[in-house]
């Protein structure tokens, strides 16, 4: 890929960028009701609430206030939390590590589990194996993430007692960490990842659900294709044209996928940090949107956005080293 | 090779997709009409409340999945909630459909700037995910069945609009358009008459699967607050109200899910048998062409 390819793409993701900012800023300004109102006590008077949105700034014009917030952001100062009076650089700060760990695990398990998956179904098509699996994915597919997360801690947390379930599968439901308790080394990487387990699991299985769909679909074009009918007659066993031929020419769906599977996993999190109370992004942005929180809201949708964006832009970059017909494209 | 030429989803499978929805839909709407417990109503809360299910009161009357907090049949209140659930579903999912192939057969059909700023906006409103976006409007504006439905429909028309432009973009480059054109038929009647009906096939797919998806949404929504309002029940607010019972009384919480994951599966297995047969269809197509060339 050239140098002005590559600076064009780069461009054009930070235009996406800027106007994901600005409709989100439109959005946010639209919307009926105001902030004052949620932050001043319930007896204060009208010029209570007016002195209010002057010292927030929202008593200015919209174009004004737009400038401000966007000169302010392109300098990396998202400005305060109305609820909370931190600099909201410094509440996602504080968030994202949770969501990271929960969420870069989930992925990783997602393609671990999903791909293989999908594989499986695609070389015993339509036969019984297929076919249970295709229920069982749509099925969990077709969950939904806060209630499987309700049925596991059913399960898994509350009747693990009754149902006589071995020490190891009784597992905690809310929370990072035992509470109470201050554990260092592995006894304290062993809380965190019991803790982990039912969450991750959620979301990796809702996830790997979707993946093993469409590498189940992906690998059924590819079977279709003559090199493959060709390989065949040459007398080359099933296992090598899975691992060699199948698996090389689904690269590159896959790393699309892995930049489309992001929304997922992110909006997936919103609902799994509330039902486990971990203290990530999801549930932060979930706050500020019950909160009416503008800045936190504006700061978390930008993060979002430039996570999905540049995941987009490499996936779009690393095209061409999985499929090299793509070098033109 | 054995299977080579099956259909990817054998047609077994979409019968009983559709048997499914049918029973369910069906069932929605029936159950509630003929019940003899009043699913809105709440009587002796004391004596009725939090009976397990297939148990019977004190009257004698069953309680197929049990009752809730206030005593109030769980079946008879699913299938009530399954109306506004399945309607929100179609609605939301159709309507999108619709806004989008309205929108992507006018940016592929105007070109120019309209095109670009469409498809500008489409791809902003793709990189944020769609819950967020569907969190920021419900929360923003009064939560209740309209805001669920608008907002459905606000963030769900990008991927049909994209590819709706792309069909016609596809079709307007065909020898039968430009033979129209030549003929003097009217841009809009080109449009209406040749373009768009060959563009619809995959938008119906869109929308099949777009029902599940809508759904899916609408339950979320409802489960954090922001969606349908109690006391109007929704199977999302149906298990946000079971949630802290989740220790004593599981099945209030946990029942309405599983007539939820049927209703999306019946959808989704839909949508993707629909789809395989259209690109099954679509690639004979190709075949003939390439055969006949």
């Known amino acids: ?329 | 090779m054995s299977g080579v030429n099956r259909p990817e989803t054998t047609d077994s499978t979409l019968r009983w997709a559709v048997a499914l929805l049918a029973a369910l839909t069906l069932a929605c709407v029936l159950v509630p009409m003929f019940s003899r417990h009043d699913p809105l109503a709440i009587g002796d809360v004391l004596s009725l409340r939090l009976l397990p299910p297939f148990s019977r009161d004190a009257s004698g009357h069953l309680h197929l999945l049990g009752t809730d907090r206030f005593g109030r049949d769980l079946f008879v209140r699913m299938m009530l909630a399954g109306r506004i659930s399945l309607a929100v579903g179609v609605v939301g999912s159709v309507l999108a459909a619709a806004l989008g192939t309205f929108l992507g057969a006018i940016a592929a059909w105007r070109r120019g700037w309209l095109d670009r700023a469409l498809m500008a906006i489409a791809d902003a409103m793709l990189s944020v995910p769609r819950l967020v976006l569907l969190l920021v409007c419900a929360a923003l504006w009064q939560p209740g069945l309209t805001t669920v439905v608008v907002v459905l429909v606000a963030t769900g028309w990008m991927g049909v609009a994209r590819m709706i432009r792309a069909e016609v973009l596809g079709v307007a480059a065909q020898p039968y358009v430009s033979a129209a054109v030549a003929l003097g038929a009217r841009s809009w009647r080109v449009l209406w008459q040749h373009a768009l009906p060959n563009a619809l096939g995959p938008a119906i797919v869109a929308t099949t699967l777009g029902v599940g998806n809508a759904i899916l949404l609408e339950s979320g929504l409802s489960f954090l607050g922001l969606g349908i309002q109690p006391p109007r029940p929704s199977w999302g607010n149906m298990i946000a109200g079971g949630r802290d019972l989740i220790v004593t009384a599981p099945w209030v919480a946990l029942a309405p899910g599983f007539a939820l994951i049927l209703t999306v599966l019946a959808a989704t297995l839909i949508g993707d048998s629909l789809r395989d047969r259209l690109a099954g269809e679509r690639g004979k197509l190709r075949r003939d062409i390439a055969e006949r060339a």
């Open chain 1, 1 to 329: 890929m050239s140098a002005t390819l590559l600076l064009r793409r780069i461009a054009a993701a930070l235009l996406l960028l800027w106007l994901v900012v600005t409709l989100t800023f439109v959005l946010v300004r639209l919307a009926p009701g105001d902030p004052a109102a949620f932050l001043v006590s319930p007896g204060a008077s009208a010029a209570d609430a007016a002195r209010t949105r002057a010292e927030l700034g929202l008593d200015r014009s919209m174009p004004l206030q737009y400038a401000r917030w966007l000169g302010a952001t392109l300098r990396g100062d998202l400005g305060m939390s109305f609820a909370t009076g931190q600099p909201v650089s410094r509440v996602l700060r504080e968030a994202a590590p949770v969501s990271l760990l929960l969420g870069g695990t989930s992925l990783l398990l997602t393609f671990l589990v999903g791909v293989p998956l999908g594989m499986l179904q695609a070389a015993k098509r339509n036969r019984l194996t297929d076919r249970v699996l295709t229920v069982m994915t749509t099925s969990v597919y077709a969950a939904p993430s806060f209630w499987l997360a309700l049925a596991l801690v059913a399960v898994f947390t509350y009747g693990a007692a009754t149902l006589g379930l071995p020490r190891a599968l009784r597992l905690p439901a809310f929370g990072l960490h035992t509470p109470g308790v201050s554990l260092s080394g592995w006894a304290g990487v062993l809380d965190v990842a019991r803790h982990a387990v039912l969450p991750v699991a959620i979301l990796a299985a809702v996830g790997a659900a979707g993946i093993a769909r469409y590498t189940r679909s992906s690998v059924a074009d590819v079977l279709r294709l003559d090199f493959v009918r060709t390989a065949r007659a040459k007398g080359v066993t099933s296992r090598r044209i899975f691992l060699r031929h199948v698996l090389a020419n689904i690269l590159a769906p896959l790393v699309v996928l892995f930049a489309l599977s992001l929304p997922g996993l992110l909006a997936g999190s919103i609902f799994v940090e509330s039902v486990f109370a971990w203290p990530g992004l999801g549930r932060a942005t979930l706050n500020a949107i019950l909160a009416r929180d503008y800045p936190v809201v504006m700061g978390a949708t930008v993060f979002y956005a430039i996570a999905v964006i540049f995941a987009n832009l490499a996936a779009e970059l690393a095209l061409p080293l999985v499929d090299p017909r793509r070098e033109s494209a």
